[in-house]
């Protein structure tokens, strides 16, 4: 425990730590003044389908439609701003010629990697709450509240989640979110074991990312086969499937747990790799 | 020697087809002048949804309706209102509009109804052409099929109140039929792309507290667009 405050300590007094949060500020900001400026242009593409056959009314772009919205590009710009801390986590010691000091003190090195993964895991779910706290609170000032509507895109098909029901499941699809996350954080962890600077696992974890999610999302037959293997393909089913109707259970435990056995499967490497990390040469 | 012939049996046949349309109007007719002193309405209504693709919890909305056209639907919460078919417009059947053929007329269980085909003179809101079965002992139409020229159908059986002297709507069943859709944006490309199964499933409007003739204006009935603030 104290190895891991002291690990969290010394992650937030970097200030590198703290260009994530504003990154994500600005984007929520800027995405929701924007959505607030050309709202009906939004709402009447994402309702095109319907306005033959309907009238619609009431408050359609809602603080929860804009936080789905938001909450899309998640598995593009989050993962970046987590390999910032994460993917420095061990690396950092190295670079900065630190990790011989700290691996001579009397804690195991078992106990190090573990505080150092436990941190990042932290840091990356303290991202998400930011990231979903102001999504929520901004939201609510500028487009209040209402039900959700759920459409997908160039389909006739659209689901409302009342009003009352929308925090709950938010608030459980960003805590999915959180569990998609580690992930990721695992992944540049486990790259930030392997490597002696900080450029490295940052940039090798957003390729990992990037290639899957360009491989899952390519519309061709042989890369649809192999999507239900990328663990992106888990990383968005897991919090998307909250804003379901129904809510797909069965897809979620499904996702959760083969997420979890990444993260596992990466942090027991990554605990292999840094015992057997060579600190003499 | 053609051409006279032509013309005789044009001369002989168009009176003829004046009259069918004249004769079938005369259904119509007795609906017009029944609802002729209806200027507007406004009714609380429930609206439940049993549509695959439309995943709703029942809805409630007021919607207020003004001669000839003008219909605002407001709700507290967001809702979905079917334009065709979901709210009653007797304002809706102008002889002028459509040419009107009789299909058929009934007489089961002491109740007189007859079948009108109206097809619309000029080409508007994609309608190909309307069905109405009138019940001809109370001058109502019980149910209304619109068919439209992309294939889409639908059916409402109506159920009637009388409200302030007048029948109006206390159920409405609509049946709905769309054999395809507007997909526009998706690439067709794309090889997990399948052209969309049709919808099709039914919506139920019940009708209260009718409120007629408070004499709305026309600048009530502006189009409020859906989004934004309540």
């Not at chain 1, 991202?127 to 929520?136: D, G, N, R």
């Not at chain 2, 919890?57 to 507290?76: G, W």
Request: glycine share 4%; charged share 20%; aromatic share 14%.
């Amino acid at each position: 425990m104290k190895l891991f405050l002291l690990e969290t300590f010394k992650t937030f007094s970097r200030w590198r730590t703290y260009i994530s949060f504003a990154v994500i500020a600005l984007i929520v900001i800027l995405t929701e003044v924007v959505m607030k400026l050309s709202g009906d242009e939004i709402v009447n593409r994402m309702l095109k389908p319907f306005q033959r056959d309907f009238f619609i009314s009431g408050n359609v772009l809602n603080v929860w439609l804009i936080t789905a919205f938001i909450m899309n590009s998640l598995h593009i710009h989050i993962p970046f701003l987590i390999t910032l801390v994460a993917g420095d986590m061990v690396s950092s010691e190295a670079t900065a010629g630190t990790i011989r000091f700290l691996l001579i003190r009397p804690p195991s090195r078992i106990r190090i990697i573990t505080a150092k993964y436990l941190t990042a895991l932290f840091y990356t779910a303290i991202l998400v709450i930011f990231f979903a706290v102001l999504c929520v609170c901004l939201g609510l000032t500028l487009f209040g509240s209402g039900d959700l509507i759920v459409h997908h895109y160039g389909q006739f098909d659209v689901a409302f989640i009342p009003e009352s029901e929308v925090p709950v499941r938010i608030f459980l699809s960003f805590i999915a979110a959180i569990w998609a996350m580690s992930v990721v954080a695992s992944i540049a962890f486990l790259f930030s074991t392997l490597a002696e600077n900080s450029i490295g696992p940052i940039i090798g974890t957003m390729a990992v990312v990037i290639v899957f999610l360009v491989l899952g999302s390519l519309p061709l037959d042989f890369f649809r086969m192999l999507k239900p293997y990328f663990f992106t393909t888990h990383m968005i089913n897991l919090w998307q499937q909250f804003l379901e109707v129904p809510i797909q259970w069965h897809v979620i435990v499904r996702s959760a747990i083969v997420l979890g056995i990444h993260n596992i499967c990466l942090f027991l490497t990554a605990m292999f790799m840094f015992k057997r990390k060579d600190i003499k040469s | 020697m053609k051409n006279i012939f032509l013309c005789l049996t044009l001369a002989i046949l168009l009176p003829l087809l004046c009259e069918a349309q004249e004769d079938a109007f005369r259904y119509l007719e007795p609906i017009e002048k029944k609802y002729a002193g209806l200027k507007d309405y406004t009714a609380d209504v429930k609206i439940h949804f049993d549509m695959e693709t439309f995943k709703a919890p029942d809805m409630e909305a007021k919607i207020y309706y003004k001669f000839p056209d003008k219909v605002k639907v407001e709700s507290k919460r967001v809702i979905f209102f079917p334009k065709e078919g979901g709210h009653f417009n007797p304002a809706l059947f102008k002889e002028k509009d459509y040419e009107i053929k009789l299909l058929k007329a009934l007489s089961d269980a002491g109740k007189n109804t007859v079948r009108l085909r109206l097809t619309p003179k000029t080409m508007k809101r994609n309608l190909k052409r309307l069905i109405l079965t009138i019940d001809t002992d109370r001058n109502i139409i019980p149910e209304m099929e619109v068919i439209q020229f992309d294939g889409r159908k639908m059916k409402a059986s109506i159920e009637y109140m009388t409200s302030n002297g007048f029948d109006l709507p206390s159920h409405i069943k609509l049946n709905i039929d769309i054999p395809s859709y507007d997909t526009e944006g998706v690439s067709e490309f794309d090889q997990w792309f399948k052209k969309p199964k049709g919808v099709n499933g039914s919506i139920e409007m019940t009708y209260s507290n009718y409120v007629i003739n408070s004499g709305y204006r026309f600048d009530f009935f502006k189009r409020s667009r859906p989004s934004r603030k309540r």
